[in-house]
């Protein structure tokens, strides 16, 4: 009697711990983030390009195996606030974002012709996906123009402790 009861509550616990393994991994991988950003500096500091621009192109594409669609905007710079010497004022970068117009991904989708501050991460993909670059933080990273208006708003709340207006100027200390 005491090895069946010994051996129903190793197999209870064993499935306990298979329950938590599981749900645990499937929390991780719902969308959830790997850094929420306290301040402005945190994110510029994780970012490799902090730049206004304003996409001038825009396409889907399915260049990633066994991922979905990406939706890759062509972003003319505008101004900068940290850059390096292939992305000055006057040049483009691509930035890639997960979903499409159709079926978007986490957060929001720059649009064709809008005008963001964008917070931007390289995308670390191999061959010329390299050249591309993420949002810092997902939609963290992106803070949308107002028209005429040298202020940017903060394009989605997703729990991070961020300003809801930037400047350029206060883009890497705000």
């Not at 850059?83 to 000055?88: E, L, N, R, V």
């Not at 997960?98 to 809008?114: A, F, K, V, W, Y």
């Amino acid at each position: 009697m005491t090895r069946v009861r010994l051996g129903t509550l190793v197999a209870a616990a064993l499935l306990a711990a298979g329950v938590v393994t599981v749900t645990g991994c499937s929390s991780a991988s719902s969308g959830s983030r790997a850094r929420m950003y306290d301040s402005v500096s945190s994110m510029a500091d994780h970012s490799s390009l902090v730049v206004t621009g304003t996409v001038r192109q825009q396409r889907v594409a399915n260049d990633v195996a066994d991922a979905d669609p990406t939706t890759l905007s062509t972003v003319r710079i505008v101004a900068t606030a940290k850059t390096d010497p292939d992305h000055p004022v006057g040049s483009t970068v691509v930035v890639r974002q997960h979903g499409t117009t159709r079926s978007s991904g986490p957060g929001m989708l720059l649009e064709d012709g809008g005008t963001y501050l964008l917070y931007l991460t390289p995308s670390a993909l191999d061959g010329d996906l390299a050249d591309q670059y993420f949002i810092t933080g997902g939609a963290a990273g992106v803070y949308v123009g107002e028209d005429g208006r040298t202020d940017f708003r903060r394009g989605t709340d997703d729990g991070d402790e961020l300003p809801t207006h930037l400047t350029l100027a206060d883009a890497l200390h705000g």
